[in-house]
């Protein structure tokens, strides 16, 4: 087996393990942890004087994002989130202003911007990206969905852009299997902890 068939193989049992754990947890676990998860994610938003957030709408088991999205946009931030173009297998980035109104179902369900409605935005113009996972580790090291979208949107973003991901702790694990273009993130934050790697 070569390398990169190793790899890919390690990364696919991860996902599958990780997933099984975090859809296993139960509905009233998910509310209160997501509530604590992003009770911790806020104040860094605070912190790091961000002004425009890229983040996303959860789907499925992920934590729930929606109120942290509202509490975004009440703070007078500018929220941008992405929309799938399953053709050019890339991430487009749009200005949203309304969560009932900007938002239509995407490809697998999960609710993205409406092109009609929500301008498209420059990814490097966000401050703070939350970003999503399947798996991470205490070092910054992240498992996604497989598809690779969020590596290649990660890559466009400015030099020092905040990379902040939120995730339960049935989601961290000893080390994520990395390739050269697997993207890291620089916070992850659980209902337990903030794991902030050790630089250098």
Avoid: N
């Amino acid at each position: 087996m070569s390398g990169e068939t190793a790899l890919h193989a390690a990364k696919r049992a991860l996902r599958q393990t990780v997933l099984a754990r975090r859809d296993a947890l139960a509905p009233e676990e998910r509310v209160a942890w997501s509530q604590a998860i992003f009770a911790r994610v806020l104040p860094l938003v605070a912190e790091s004087g961000a002004r425009t957030v890229l983040a996303y709408h959860a789907f499925g088991s992920e934590p729930e994002t929606v109120p942290f999205l509202r509490a975004l946009l009440a703070g007078g931030q500018t929220l941008y989130l992405p929309r799938i173009d399953r053709p050019a297998r890339v991430l487009t980035v749009h200005r949203v202003g309304d969560l009932e109104r900007d938002l239509v179902p995407g490809p697998w369900g999960i609710r993205e911007p409406d092109p009609g409605r929500c301008p498209p935005a420059p990814t490097g113009d966000a401050d703070f990206v939350l970003v999503p996972g399947v798996a991470f580790d205490a070092g910054g090291g992240r498992l996604g969905y497989g598809g690779g979208y969020y590596d290649r949107l990660l890559a466009t973003c400015a030099e020092g852009t905040a990379l902040v991901a939120a995730a339960f702790e049935a989601q961290m694990v000893d080390q994520v299997p990395t390739g050269t273009g697997d993207r890291r993130v620089g916070i992850v934050v659980t209902e337990r902890s903030i794991y902030v790697p050790e630089s250098g």
